[in-house]
């Protein structure tokens, strides 16, 4: 089993800055893929970018492209999303998530096995 919980959901003007932590613990070696997801009111969860634990290779949704970064610390069993340049369209409420281990990185949340409580961002205009 492998659990995650995302921390650092706020309230930001345009523009802003935030960054969102996830704690992976459990049996961590069972994952080689996280994901970060939000999902709005009245819309379908998305994949905001997505890391190979093992490799390092990151991949980002085109929206959020040049203004969020994904990253990790494999000894601290973190994963981080620092949201630069937030718009208020980015508010949402985010999740962290991981797969089993997998031979390439899935942006289809369904493929995702392990998700945390989610962290609501709020951007104001």
């Known amino acids: 089993q492998v659990q995650v919980v995302e921390s650092g959901g706020d309230s930001v003007q345009g523009g802003g800055s935030l960054r969102l932590s996830c704690r992976v613990s459990?049996?961590?070696?069972?994952?080689?893929?996280m994901g970060w997801f939000r999902q709005a009111p009245g819309k379908e969860r998305e994949v905001v970018a997505r890391?190979?634990?093992?490799?390092?290779?990151?991949y980002y949704a085109d929206s959020v492209k040049g203004r969020f970064t994904v990253s990790q610390d494999n000894a601290e069993y973190m994963v981080y999303l620092q949201m630069d340049s937030l718009k208020p369209e980015d508010t949402a409420a985010y999740y962290c998530?991981?797969?089993?281990?997998?031979?390439?990185?899935?942006?289809?949340?369904?493929?995702?096995?392990?998700w945390g409580q989610g962290t609501q961002v709020t951007v104001a205009s």
């Open positions: 998530a991981a797969t089993v281990r997998v031979p390439y990185c899935p942006a289809n949340p369904q493929l995702f096995k392990y």
């Open positions: 459990g049996e961590a070696s069972g994952t080689n893929c």
């Open positions: 890391i190979n634990t093992e490799i390092g290779t990151t």
